[in-house]
């Protein structure tokens, strides 16, 4: 790889990161919204992998929770919420031109803790320069019958996102986390080689000496930017894929190799106490939904 290549991906570890599986919108209302409904997130899903997302395009809304001051939006924007916080949203009762979907984080280690979402954030559109040709196309999309209507508004949805993130980053309205990480290049490019490469043997030495620093600065740094340290974060991403690989029906002997665990019984162990579930039991629903699947087709 060529130094012009190797710096533009350390440059892009969000990409990195996100190519393999990242956070879906999944669109649950779009069009014209009256009165007031109520959002509590996906039943289905764990709260750590959800959030949601409120679009409005024309009108008035208001989001209110329990025991605090309304979030109010009097003009185009959005609410992006990190968590799935119980809330209403109120909109007049001539309507108001809303897009609402639930977001789905992969549970192979880009929560929304882990990126540093804020618990929620309310942004107006013209806060976020560029943003009309996709919010355009979205309630475009919201208002036609056309093939792959669905399809289209969640890819739009999912690029909107992208772009949300990529704001929050740059006016540092994230909390500690990747999102956060990606200030500081030398950070990032420590981040993006630890998921890249999670099997490796990453010392702390060695994961000071890939950032340019010392032991001591970089892991002051890093803390303050992902608010753990390097060894507790290295931690959680090889759990967090090796509690995915086995969801797929991987061998727990192959999953502790690619995840850099000599020992399938301390890799057992880790998992059942970080996702509660045993890979025995993983491994017993896998093979299930396989075989439920193969029946079917």
């Known amino acids: 790889m060529s130094e012009e290549a190797r710096n533009s991906s350390e440059s892009d570890v969000l990409s990195d990161l996100f190519a393999g599986n990242h956070p879906r919108g999944d669109v649950f209302f779009s069009g014209t919204h009256c009165g007031s409904s109520h959002h509590r997130g996906r039943d289905d899903l764990s709260p750590a992998r ?16 329990d025991g605090k001051e309304p979030a109010i939006l009097d ?22 031109e809303v897009v609402c979907a639930n977001l789905d984080f992969p549970d192979t280690g880009l929560s929304p803790a882990k990126l540093g979402l804020p618990e929620y954030l309310v942004l107006p559109f013209d806060e976020i320069p560029g943003l009309e040709p996709i919010t355009g196309q979205l309630f475009s999309e919201s208002h036609q019958d056309a093939p792959g209507q669905r399809t289209a508004i969640n ?5 909107l996102l992208l772009m949300v993130l990529r704001h929050c980053l740059a006016h540092d309205l ?24 999670p099997g490796e043997n990453w010392s702390v030495e060695r994961q000071a000496e890939l950032a340019g620093m010392s032991r001591a600065s970089f892991s002051a740094r890093f803390r303050d930017l992902l608010g753990t340290s390097p060894g507790d974060f290295l931690q959680t991403i090889r759990l967090d894929l090796a509690y995915g690989l086995l969801c797929e029906g991987k061998k727990l002997q192959f ?32 093979s299930a939904e396989i075989k439920a699947t193969s029946s079917i087709a």
């Open 50 to 65: 959800q959030g949601m997302l409120h679009v409005l395009q024309k009108g008035r809304m208001r989001v209110l929770f």
């Open 75 to 96: 003009r185009p924007g959005l609410v992006l919420f990190g968590s799935p916080v119980p809330h209403d949203i109120d909109t007049p009762e001539r309507g108001s």
């Open 155 to 159: 890819l739009l949805v999912d690029l």
């Open 174 to 197: 994230v909390r500690p986390g990747i999102l956060a990480a990606m200030r500081d290049p030398r950070i990032a490019r420590v981040v993006g080689s630890l998921h890249q490469h």
């Open 255 to 286: 999953v502790a190799g690619k995840v850099g665990y000599r020992s399938t019984t301390a890799l057992a162990r880790a998992i059942q106490q970080r996702h509660n579930v045993s890979p025995r039991e993983l491994s017993a629903d896998s």
